[in-house]
């Protein structure tokens, strides 16, 4: 009976036998899988951040439009007053400082001077600096001028518009005071007949509603 040896294996066997294996299939690291989680969410959070942008900035854009769009129909809406281009004062009136004065050729009582005035929308003669009185006087001819100035009941002196005055007036016989032609105020009956000087706003202070 033949006795057989071991197994021998055969030239194939032997080159199977002594390749090493395959090595396993890499698996991903958990360091890489954590690297590419943050990749997304930069990503995410950049793309997020872009459309945030652009967001705000269609809405300043569009806020913009509506403001113009808004501006440019009150602008057709506006009721604007005319512009007015004409002379600031009427004829035979003097303008001075934004003022318009008229110097009367005839004289009269100081009554009908006061309603000359007012009839012409405008006062008689009053002043609020010595610069005005130096321009008046100039025109005056040195003729004596009735004053928006008379006495009230409490015997002081006051302007037509109620201010108390602070001209020094000479005392004279009656209640009403005139211009002279020194430059200062005198009292006199107020059926004196002199000339007056009307005196209001010219028409650019009056569209101010300057008084």
């Known amino acids: 009976m033949e006795t057989r040896g071991p197994d021998v294996p055969v030239a194939g066997e032997q080159l199977e036998l002594l390749s090493p294996p395959p090595p396993p299939p890499e698996k991903l690291s958990s360091h890489g899988k954590k690297d590419r989680e943050q990749r ?4 995410i959070s950049v793309g997020a951040a872009m459309v945030a942008i652009l967001t705000a900035f269609i809405i300043i854009w569009i806020d913009y439009q509506l403001h113009i769009a808004e ?7 506006c009721v604007c007053p005319p512009v007015f281009s004409g002379p600031a004062c009427p004829d035979d009136w003097i303008g001075y400082q934004g003022k318009c004065y008229y110097f009367s050729d005839v004289n009269k009582d100081w009554h009908f001077s006061l309603n000359a005035c007012s009839s012409q929308n405008a006062s008689l003669l009053t002043f609020s600096h ?4 130096d321009f008046v006087m100039r025109f005056q001819h040195k003729q004596s001028t009735w004053l928006g100035l008379s006495k ?3 015997q002081l002196w006051r302007w037509t ?3 108390n005055s602070t001209v020094p007036v000479v005392t004279g016989e009656g209640d009403c005071a005139y211009l002279n ?3 200062g105020a005198t009292g006199a009956r107020c059926t004196t007949e002199l000339i007056w000087i009307c005196v209001k706003p010219d028409i650019f202070n009056r569209q101010n509603g300057t008084q």
């Open 40 to 43: 997304w969410i930069y990503i």
């Open 161 to 163: 518009n109620g201010g």
């Open 130 to 133: 010595d610069k005005e009185k």
């Open 152 to 154: 009230g009941p409490d």
């Open 181 to 183: 032609k020194d430059g």
């Open 71 to 77: 501006m440019e129909l009150q602008r057709h809406n």
